[in-house]
């Protein structure tokens, strides 16, 4: 670690943490988020777009418009082992540190979504294809649960308190500018391999490249020093033995309000990050029908004001409040939820930028402080684990079949009416786990507050 700046503010443990190291956690959890979502969002993507005529083909011609949903449905099968890997590195976070699991998880990522890039078709190996297709999409699913939580907390554990916000922020804006990324390859692929082409071979590239992006976020992350918390609790020797079991004996209400917390921003997110909304706006037998290009352009612009939005809503929480950000965010989201499938089905490509921005700035701001509100809401000897599962259960409950739900919605109805219903009624679930929560920012989080953590985190209990 880098000689300590003896005008630097204090870590939680109480330590001084340096300019230098602040940058280099900074950049490590960024670069290291932004590669695991890159690698998750190209799937959603092929799995809206590419994947139904290739993988899926057989259930396609047997049954009119099941493609689809069984094609975002392997998107969901995902979120289904996201605990699987909450859970493993949960344990192992809380046991042996933080950087360790990060590392695991990034190599995890980057090998399953390369191994899709070489994946045989239905038409190249049968039925094997989508079976292996799936298997991948699992092992990604174990690294996505894993990931979070100790990309977040090696953020939050290493900021000063009064800028946990700001930092923890850092790993949430590796989302948007992986779907940037991600958006942006995919449109260049439709550039450089137009039509058939495309299905060819063009979709294969970006998830090669991703090869490229993990051994960039495996140097990167190589060089950060472990959490300043952790190395106090393993210093004081007091790692918990079983924290996941601890966990859910004390704080089980905990973990579900967190989880309903972040439902609705997922439920919403995944529209766009699941591939719904792109497969809608661009199927030439649909209602809007889109060029795909364009679509993906749109995608790409509401990407940089989610990240914009995500850094603000970190930012602003450190000065008014995590509640009071989250607030604000879910009455904004409430109202664009509302305004985007008009604005999608109008055929425009401008208002369909429009209805992306709207969204994703209330996503932002629900987003951006959820880092440091959900480590400031769980003891330090269950952080990991709490953090974790409790991210793992909430995509579960909001975006794990979102994309599917609002096909199949479609489907049945033949409007996008339905969906909107859906994501409003997860809005406002989302709001009400929010209100029952305190606001605890500021609170410290090394060991020896265990006593304090583990008390005052809901509004029913006295100050």
Same mark, same amino acid.
């Given at each position: 670690m880098s000689a300590p700046d003896a005008s630097g503010p204090l870590t939680p443990t109480g330590t001084i943490s340096s300019s230098t190291d602040r940058r280099r956690v900074a950049f490590a959890t960024v670069v290291g988020t932004t590669v695991e979502w890159y690698d998750f969002f190209i799937y959603a993507f092929a799995a809206g777009v590419v994947f139904e005529t290739l993988f899926f083909a057989p259930w396609k011609e047997l049954f009119p418009g099941s493609a689809a949903i069984i094609s975002f449905a392997t998107v969901g099968i995902s979120f289904l082992f996201r605990p699987l890997g909450a859970f493993l590195a949960g344990h192992y976070g809380d046991k042996f540190g933080r950087r360790p699991v990060l590392i695991a998880t990034l190599v995890l990522m980057g090998a399953a979504t390369t191994l899709i890039g070489v994946l045989p078709t239905y038409a190249m190996a049968g039925v094997i294809a989508p079976i292996i297709l799936i298997l991948l999409r699992i092992l990604q699913g174990?690294?996505?649960?894993?990931?979070?939580?100790?990309?977040?907390?090696?953020?939050?554990?290493?900021?000063?308190?009064?800028?946990?916000?700001?930092?923890?922020?850092?790993?949430?804006?590796?989302?948007?500018?992986?779907?940037?990324?991600?958006?942006?390859?995919?449109?260049?692929?439709?550039?450089?391999?137009?039509?058939?082409?495309?299905?060819?071979?063009?979709?294969?590239?970006?998830?090669?490249?991703?090869?490229?992006?993990? +051994?960039?976020?495996?140097? =990167?992350?190589?060089? &950060?020093?472990? !959490?300043? @918390?952790?190395?106090? *609790? $393993?210093?004081?020797?007091?790692?918990?033995?079983?924290?996941?079991?601890?966990?859910?004996?004390?704080?089980?209400?905990?973990?579900?309000?967190?989880?309903?917390?972040?439902?609705?921003?997922?439920?919403?997110?995944?529209?766009?990050?699941?591939?719904?909304?792109?497969?809608?706006?661009?199927?030439?037998?649909?209602?809007?029908? +889109?060029?795909?290009?364009? =679509?993906?352009?749109? &995608?790409?612009? !509401?990407? @940089?004001?989610?990240? *914009? $939005?995500?850094?603000?809503?970190?930012?602003?929480?450190?000065?008014?409040?995590?509640?009071?950000?989250?607030?604000?965010?879910?009455?904004?989201?409430?109202?664009?939820?509302?305004?985007?499938?008009?604005?999608?089905?109008?055929?425009?490509?401008?208002?369909?930028?429009?209805?992306?921005?709207?969204?994703?700035?209330?996503?932002?701001?629900?987003?951006?402080?959820?880092s440091a509100w959900y480590s400031e809401l769980f003891p330090a000897s269950v952080r990991f684990s709490g953090v974790s599962i409790s991210y793992a259960i909430g995509a579960i409950i909001g975006g794990a079949f979102a994309p599917t739900i609002a096909q199949a919605i479609v489907a049945g109805t033949g409007s996008t009416d339905g969906v909107t219903l859906y994501l409003f009624l997860m809005v406002a679930a989302s709001l009400t786990a929010t209100l029952l929560l305190r606001d605890r920012r500021g609170l410290p989080l090394g060991p020896e507050h265990e006593d304090e953590q583990a008390h005052g985190m809901y509004v029913w209990h006295k100050r």
């Open positions: 174990i690294s996505a649960g894993g990931e979070w939580g100790g990309a977040v907390l090696m953020a939050v554990e290493h900021a000063p308190k009064h800028r946990r916000g700001l930092m923890g922020a850092m790993p949430q804006i590796g989302v948007p500018i992986g779907l940037l990324l991600a958006s942006g390859m995919n449109q260049l692929m439709t550039l450089f391999f137009p039509g058939d082409s495309f299905f060819d071979w063009g979709w294969r590239i970006p998830f090669l490249f991703s090869f490229v992006l993990i +051994l960039v976020g495996h140097y =990167v992350r190589r060089r &950060v020093e472990e !959490s300043p @918390v952790f190395q106090e *609790i $393993a210093e004081r020797k007091e790692q918990a033995r079983a924290p996941i079991s601890l966990l859910f004996r004390r704080f089980a209400p905990l973990v579900i309000l967190c989880a309903f917390v972040f439902a609705a921003n997922n439920a919403v997110g995944y529209m766009t990050t699941g591939g719904f909304i792109q497969r809608y706006a661009s199927n030439p037998e649909g209602p809007v029908g +889109l060029p795909l290009g364009e =679509v993906l352009g749109a &995608v790409t612009l !509401s990407s @940089v004001t989610w990240l *914009i $939005a995500t850094f603000i809503g970190g930012w602003l929480s450190d000065k008014i409040g995590r509640k009071v950000t989250y607030t604000m965010g879910w009455i904004w989201l409430g109202v664009a939820v509302l305004l985007v499938f008009p604005l999608v089905n109008s055929g425009s490509v401008a208002l369909l930028a429009l209805g992306l921005i709207l969204l994703t700035i209330g996503l932002g701001f629900s987003y951006g402080p959820q």
